[in-house]
């Protein structure tokens, strides 16, 4: 096999695992009954593959291969350690009786597995970083990015998660409903960074994976089924269904990002601009029935819906926006919405107001992250300090992980020197 056969297969590898590589540890969870079991048996499998692929072929349902060899590790394990009990006889009998190829994992498991990740025994940072971890098939690189800490944190983080579901005994189902209340906030921040990471990878060559963003939406839509007073719960759908209503207007023909003021608003999914404004016109009705202000997940989704309303940049209502981000700081604290606060700011009254809110951001609070530089450099070329915003947006260049966003930067740097 020659070098460029294998870094065929071992790209093909990659892919299952980034589109089943989560159902196959969701489908090993709810054999064994052990999260971090699951997820570390499937990385074995998946080691299996990097190493018998080359020489075999690509199976032809790869993740059922993955699934039967992963079953098989956990029999292995089993046997060395003496306990041949139910599990493993069960566990034996089915893989008598089924195909390799057979591949039908149960809808809900990732489901399972996300409110299995997102156990009151865990921390909150814990239950989302781990979630992501086994949910998404992110590495932790990813991860450490999305948190904006150092990758040894991340690992660190990630395995004393598993070890804290393993000596809990966590069973791997969805909880009564009783139990959804502590769990559902761990819960929705998990589906909604499923669905950011889809929206705009943080590494790689594509700006949007949209695997990821349709996974989050399914599980948005199983969570509020099971939740239908929770509006929150409403109001994330909502939000997820608005925001991927853009997709296809926000790359082009060459996979190259569109910024949202250039967008073919033609191209834009009304019918999912349909389902997320009735999903948010749900959600308030729950807060108001309950005498609650918008959460966060509904301010985000009102400000994604007065876009969507616009026929345009200009005919956008960047007050109402300014105001429902300005709220939304209010309730987060997050340096992010600060940052896009600053930007309707700057819709609204001018960049000379929004450099003064960029200016007032602590720039430890967003180390590592393009975010700051890119949207100070905007500013400061809006108000023609050329050579100071050549300055931030080169270093935000520097600073992006993905190959799209800093194609982007790169061209606002050239135009800044013609």
Request: glycine letters at 6%; proline letters at 4%.
């Amino acid at each position: 096999m020659t070098a460029a056969d294998e870094t065929s297969i071992r790209r093909t590898v990659e892919a299952v695992w980034r589109i089943d590589g989560p159902r196959v540890t969701a489908a090993i969870a709810r054999v064994v009954g052990d999260v971090g079991l699951a997820e570390e048996l499937t990385q074995d499998a998946l080691g299996d593959a990097l190493e018998q692929w080359p020489r075999a072929g690509v199976p032809r349902t790869p993740a059922a291969w993955l699934t039967a060899v992963a079953k098989r590790k956990a029999i292995d394990g089993w046997r060395r350690r003496e306990l041949q009990d139910d599990r493993y006889r069960a566990i034996a009998r089915d893989l008598e009786t089924t195909a390799e190829d057979e591949w039908e994992p149960i809808e809900d498991d990732l489901l399972k597995l996300v409110f299995a990740a997102c156990h009151p025994a865990l921390a909150r940072e814990a239950q989302v970083a781990l979630t992501l971890r086994v949910v998404t098939g992110l590495t932790s690189e990813e991860i450490a990015r999305l948190f904006l800490v150092p990758v040894p944190t991340m690992q660190a983080r990630i395995t004393r998660a598993k070890r804290a579901l393993t000596a809990a005994r966590v069973p791997f189902e969805v909880p009564e409903p009783a139990e959804w209340e502590p769990r559902l906030r761990g819960v929705l921040a998990v589906i909604y960074l499923v669905f950011t990471e889809g929206y705009a990878a943080t590494t790689g060559d594509a700006l949007i994976r949209g695997e990821l963003s349709d996974n989050a939406i399914r599980l948005g839509r199983i969570t509020a089924t099971l939740l239908p007073r929770e509006a929150e719960a409403h109001a994330l759908l909502a939000l997820m269904e608005l925001q991927k209503s853009r997709f296809a207007a926000r790359v082009d023909a060459d996979g190259n990002a569109v910024l949202l003021e250039d967008q073919d608003r033609r191209r834009w999914d009304r019918g999912q601009i349909a389902r997320g404004l009735a999903a948010l016109s749900r959600a308030d009705e729950l807060a108001r029935a309950r005498r609650r202000s918008r959460g966060p997940y509904a301010l985000q989704a009102a400000i994604a819906a007065c876009h969507a309303r616009a026929r345009s940049a200009d005919d956008t209502d960047w007050d109402e926006i300014v105001t429902l981000y300005t709220a939304l700081e209010s309730i987060t604290r997050n340096p992010v919405v600060t940052l896009n606060r600053a930007v309707a700011v700057s819709m609204s009254s001018g960049p000379g107001d929004a450099l003064r809110v960029v200016d007032g951001i602590d720039d430890a609070q967003l180390k590592g992250s393009h975010l700051l530089p890119s949207v100070r450099g905007e500013l400061l070329a809006r108000l023609g300090r050329t050579d100071e915003a050549r300055v931030e947006l080169e270093r935000a260049a520097e600073l992006a992980t993905n190959t799209r966003v800093r194609a982007v930067l790169v061209g606002k740097v050239t135009r800044l020197r013609v």
